[in-house]
């Protein structure tokens, strides 16, 4: 059996009430994807899968999303998920226009220069409040932060995990 990817799409905070319902940050672009799911992956800390927990049902409250699962009807029988991820397999992900890629995907994406200097790899896109930053690393360890301005990431290419960037003159000095 081949290992599954998963993508996660909330993050258990807290146990809820009395009857077993949880709270969770909702981290995904499409969270209508939980009316149609039945079974959410929980993974965790270290991203490893702990089993499935099917849905029962949820609603949405101020900026997160409440969930309830079958056969866990108590506090104490959901106490103990805090904290977790909950996932779905890649394969599930809603299927994006062809220019358009998800943020997990540019993860471990080569970036080098349009002149073909290499940079390093991406490790994580960083929000900041203004255009997401892409953390790479080089061979020697050192980080760089990229701008994803269209400006400066002139090609963003998922399938073939490549990331080109025409960089200011001193960007990938620092």
């Given amino acids: 059996m081949s290992e599954v990817d998963y993508v996660v799409i909330a993050r258990i905070v807290r146990p809820r009430g009395l009857r077993g319902e949880v709270v969770a940050e909702i981290l995904t672009d499409f969270p209508e994807r939980f009316d149609d ?5 929980l993974l965790d800390v270290e991203g490893r899968a702990r089993g499935t927990l ?6 949405f409250q101020k900026k997160r999303v409440i969930l309830k699962f079958k056969n866990l009807d108590s506090i104490e029988a959901v106490e103990h998920l805090a904290p ?3 996932a779905i397999p890649e394969a599930d992900c ?3 226009e062809g220019d358009e890629f998800y943020e997990w995907q ?5 970036a080098e220069t349009i002149d073909g200097q290499k940079i390093g790899h991406v490790a994580e896109v960083l929000h900041t409040g203004g255009v ?3 953390i790479i690393f080089d061979e020697q360890k050192r980080e760089h932060l990229v701008p994803m301005a269209r400006e400066i990431c002139v090609e963003i290419d998922v399938a073939n995990k490549m990331i080109r960037v025409d960089p200011p003159d001193n960007l990938l000095d620092l």
Avoid: I, S, Y
């Avoid at 799911?37 to 992956?41: K, Y």
């Avoid at 099917?54 to 609603?59: D, F, I, K, N, Q």
């Fill in 94 to 96: 809603v299927a994006l």
């Fill in 37 to 41: 799911r039945r079974e959410l992956t």
């Fill in 84 to 86: 977790a991820d909950l």
């Fill in 54 to 59: 099917e849905l029962e049902g949820h609603w």
């Fill in 132 to 134: 997401p930053v892409l």
């Fill in 106 to 110: 540019l993860v471990g994406c080569a």
